[in-house]
C-alpha cells in the first residue's frame, strides 16, 4: 500500500513517517514542498533519513496515486490536500483540527464522500483499547446506566511562540472526540465557556479554557483543554476523562503515569506513560480500514460537530453568553 505523508508542517508528522516506515506492506512517500531544504525537522530530511521516497511538489505525490495519505500540514491548507487527496482516490487521515473554517470541513466531507473515499480523524486515544472498552459498556447500559456528566481534561505545554495556536484550539477537539464517540454523536444544544491568556501573555492566545457543553440527550460535558505551567513534558496529562452514569462511573487516561519520581540526571521530574503507543495503533486502524474501502474511528461528520462546538465556544469566550452551535 502506497501511504504518503502530506507536509511536515505538524510536529508530529515525522513520528507518523517512522511508524508507517516501519510497517509491512507500506510503501512510504512524503511531500512537503513548503518546508525549508536545510531543515532537518521537515520532510526532505526525514525522507533521506528512513530511506522514504520524496515527492517535491503537490502534483508530483499526487501523480503517484497514493492509496492512504495522513494530512499533517498547517491547519489552512488541509482542505485543499484532503480534496486533491480524494480526487486521486486516497483514503485520508487528517490531523485535528480538520479545518480553521466550518465551510472547509463541509468541502472536505462532501469531497470524500464524492470520491467514496474515507475521511478519518487523528485521534490516537480514540483508538485506545481501553477506550473501546469503555464505549462497549457505555453502550451496553447495565454497569453505568444513563450517562449524564462527562468531565474531561487535557493539559500539556505551550510556549506562547508566535504562530502557536491557543489551548482551546490545539486541545479541545481531542477531547471532543471522545464525547462524540461515547454519546454516538449526540448533537451539542448549547456551549459555554471561559478562556484566558495568563501563561502566554498575548490576547489571542489562550492558555487556558473551560468549555461546557449541553447536548440534546440532555448529558452534560466539561472539559480543560488549558496549557500546564511547566514547559517540561513531563508536566502532560491526559486525554483523560470521568464518565458519570445513573448508577456508576468510569474514569479513562490515554497516557496513564507508569514510573514517576526526580530524574537525577536530568535534576527534573521523571515521567513513564503506561500502555501501548496510540499513534501506532492509530495508524494501523486506519490502514486496514482503508485496505477495506473504508474510514476508520472518528469520522468527518464527527469532526464537524467538534469544529462547531469549538467555533461556539470562541464566541461564547468573547461575549460571556451560552451559544447554539447550530447543529442540526
Known amino acids: ?141 447495565e454497569a453505568l446506566g444513563r450517562l449524564t456528566t462527562l468531565h474531561g481534561s487535557y493539559n500539556s505545554p505551550g510556549s506562547g511562540a508566535a504562530g502557536d495556536r491557543g489551548a482551546l484550539a490545539a486541545h479541545a477537539a481531542v477531547l471532543l472526540d471522545m464525547v462524540d464517540a461515547v454519546l454516538g454523536g449526540e448533537p451539542a444544544q448549547q456551549v459555554y465557556a471561559q478562556t484566558n491568556s495568563v501563561l502566554s501573555g498575548a490576547p489571542g492566545v489562550e492558555s487556558a479554557a473551560l468549555v461546557s457543553v449541553r447536548y440534546a440527550n440532555g448529558a452534560v460535558a466539561s472539559i480543560d483543554c488549558s496549557w500546564s505551567l511547566s514547559t517540561d513534558e513531563a508536566a502532560r496529562s491526559g486525554p483523560a476523562m470521568t464518565l458519570i452514569g445513573e448508577k456508576a462511573s468510569v474514569e479513562f487516561n490515554a497516557r496513564p503515569r507508569l514510573l514517576g519520581g526526580f530524574d537525577v540526571a536530568t535534576g527534573g521530574e521523571r515521567w513513564e506513560s503506561g500502555g501501548g503507543d496510540l499513534y501506532a495503533a492509530m495508524l494501523g486502524a486506519f490502514l486496514a480500514a482503508a485496505a477495506e474501502g473504508r474510514g476508520a474511528g472518528p469520522d468527518g461528520a464527527a469532526g464537524l460537530r467538534t469544529l462547531r462546538v469549538i467555533e461556539a465556544a470562541y464566541a461564547s469566550a468573547q461575549t460571556g453568553q451560552p451559544v447554539d452551535p447550530g447543529v442540526s
Open 1 to 141: 500500500m502506497k501511504v504518503a505523508v502530506l507536509s511536515f508542517a505538524h510536529e508530529r508528522a515525522a513520528t507518523y513517517a517512522r511508524l508507517l516506515r516501519d510497517m509491512p506492506g507500506v510503501d512510504l512517500v512524503i511531500a512537503d514542498p513548503d518546508g525549508a531544504p536545510g531543515d532537518p525537522a521537515r520532510g526532505r530530511a526525514v525522507a533521506g533519513e528512513l530511506g522514504a521516497s520524496y515527492a517535491g511538489g503537490w502534483d508530483e505525490v499526487f501523480v503517484l496515486r497514493p492509496d492512504a495519505v495522513v494530512v499533517t500540514s498547517e491547519v489552512d491548507r488541509r482542505r485543499e490536500l484532503v480534496e486533491r487527496a480524494a480526487e486521486a482516490g486516497a483514503h485520508v487521515l487528517v490531523e485535528q483540527p480538520m479545518a480553521a473554517k466550518e465551510s472547509d470541513a463541509e468541502a472536505m466531507v462532501r469531497a470524500c464522500a464524492d470520491a467514496g473515499v474515507g475521511l478519518s480523524l487523528a485521534s490516537p486515544a480514540c483508538f485506545s483499547p481501553a477506550f473501546a472498552a469503555v464505549r462497549e459498556g457505555i453502550a451496553d447500559g
